[in-house]
């Protein structure tokens, strides 16, 4: 490429008008097992055999994951539809099933953090294990409807 055809490449992209920051509207696709679709705990399955009172209910430990937020957007994990399923077992350990906006986040962490101090700190659960999971991949169609008023408040389009 000749330096003239360089400047010139370089001028355009200048020129190019900015995009605005959008989530794309959720397909009108019917939910299959797979693909999450803004469902909440209510959409889960029951726990199964005999578990002891003190145990927290799947409902207990999503209200509290309300208080772990995504570092990059602002938005609760529940409401941005990253917590894909959560696992209480006898012991009151829980395994969450978690994805993030990107495989290559690296705010990992922060999250890992955040979900110790919602869900430790205060006893409801003995012990928590995240499981990240990729399939399926998280899209704004598992944005739950509060979730899609945080981000239009933000100014996002969704």
Known sequence: MSEDTRTAAVADEAE???AETAVPEAPASAETPEHREGRTAADLPEQTG???ADVAKIEDIEEAMRDVVDPELGINVVDLGL???IHVEAD???TLDMTLTSAACP??????DQTSAALTSGGLVSDFRINWVWMPPWGPEKITDDGREQLR???FTV
Do not use: C, N, Q
């Not at 705010?107 to 890992?112: A, G, H, S």
């Open 50 to 52: 005999s578990v002891p």
């Open 92 to 94: 009151k350990s829980v």
């Open 153 to 155: 408040a933000l100014g």
């Open 16 to 18: 190019a008008p900015v």
């Open 107 to 112: 705010l990992t962490d922060v999250i890992e």
């Open 83 to 85: 917590v894909y399923d």
